[in-house]
């Protein structure tokens, strides 16, 4: 066999196998979501937003009702590719707790709660710059990223977060930019 036939049956063929991973993962994006799981994985994500913000002499995410709100926002403002990252994210966290530790997530303790979420941070990890931008607008946003900008955003403006968790401010005086706060004060919220 001649070398330059070699050569280029072997980057047709790596340019094949290169096409259909590509093929793949935009149909894993761009597929309908199967979001009627998302009411199966309720328990799911009422735990994975309280190992976000967990209760302490506050209220926790549970507590303030942020699985229904992530569960809503998934369903209602999320584009295709986000839901099916968010959903495809929940199953395979899922499946992980049960090979790493050996039972369902809610079962764990807080230790591996805290690994188990760690571990896909830094697998949904983008790259910096230009390469992330691109990345995140062709690929959409990662599981943990939806995860946790809806667990804070859902805290933040409940009721309980807002009142118990923020300090009240039912009628704000003037703007100040930049106010200092003392040792141990809460942040303020307007609700």
């Not at 790596?14 to 793949?24: R, V």
């Not at 990890?125 to 062709?138: D, E, P, T």
Request: proline residues 4%; contains cysteine.
């Amino acid at each position: 066999m001649n070398r330059r036939n070699a050569i280029s049956r072997i980057i047709l063929l790596a340019g094949g196998f290169a096409g259909a991973y590509a093929g793949f993962k935009g149909y894993q994006l761009l597929k309908e979501p199967e979001l009627r799981k998302l009411k199966s994985y309720r328990g799911l994500i009422d735990e994975l937003a309280e190992t976000i913000i967990p209760a302490t002499d506050t209220p926790g995410a549970k507590e303030a009702g942020v699985g229904t709100f992530v569960s809503k926002m998934i369903l209602e403002c999320c584009s295709r590719k986000n839901q099916n990252n968010f959903l495809d994210g929940l199953q395979d966290l899922a499946v992980f707790a049960i090979i790493r530790y050996g039972k369902p997530y809610e079962k764990c303790s807080t230790t591996q709660k805290e690994t188990i979420l760690h571990y896909f941070e830094r697998k949904g990890a983008r790259y910096s710059g230009l390469i992330g931008k691109a990345q995140r607008v062709v690929m959409g946003d990662s599981f943990f990223s939806i995860l946790k900008k809806y667990s804070i955003l859902g805290y933040c403006t409940s009721k309980k977060g807002a009142t118990e968790a923020l300090v009240m401010d039912y009628v704000p005086g003037k703007y100040i930019g930049s106010v200092p706060l003392k040792p141990g004060q809460r942040g303020w919220a307007i609700y």
